[in-house]
């Protein structure tokens, strides 16, 4: 299964992505985008709404970092229990009319292996209004 998605959105659009993450694992969140690509935001966001985290620096590949809210040790656990999060690309500025990010979620397992991926395209949710993050 890929751990990365391709989405084509224009300035001042949001693609979001529902995800189910798993509360004992640590996530690295990554939107690289084209040399088209001058600022793409990057934000995840609890089943509330509220931010969980989010990179909004102005360049072309924001990196999110979510903690796992259950401290346990990864590889001698069961599965811990979901969490859901929407996962937001905001395309901010484009120098063309559209642009094509991508975006690669990774579950950090241990500090040394931290390049396994997860998909679930099927879920994502085409573009949007830029809405405010909070």
């Known amino acids: 299964m890929s751990g990365t998605r391709v989405f084509t959105i224009g300035a001042g659009e949001v693609v ?14 990554t939107a690289l985008c084209d040399d088209d690509c001058v600022n793409v935001d990057l934000a ?20 999110l970092n979510l903690w796992a809210t259950e401290d346990r040790p990864p590889i001698a656990k069961a599965p811990g229990p979901p969490r859901p999060l929407t996962i937001e690309i905001r395309m901010m500025e484009c120098k063309t009319k559209v642009c094509a990010p991508r975006m690669r979620i990774a579950p950090l397992l241990d500090r040394e292996w931290r390049f396994a991926g997860l998909s679930d395209a099927s879920r994502v949710s085409r573009i949007a209004p830029l809405p405010p993050l909070r």
């Open 16 to 29: 979001s992505w529902p995800f189910m993450v798993d509360a004992a694992i640590e996530y690295d969140i």
């Open 44 to 63: 995840a966001r609890e089943a509330d709404g509220t931010a969980a985290d989010f990179g909004d620096v102005v360049d072309a590949s924001p990196v």
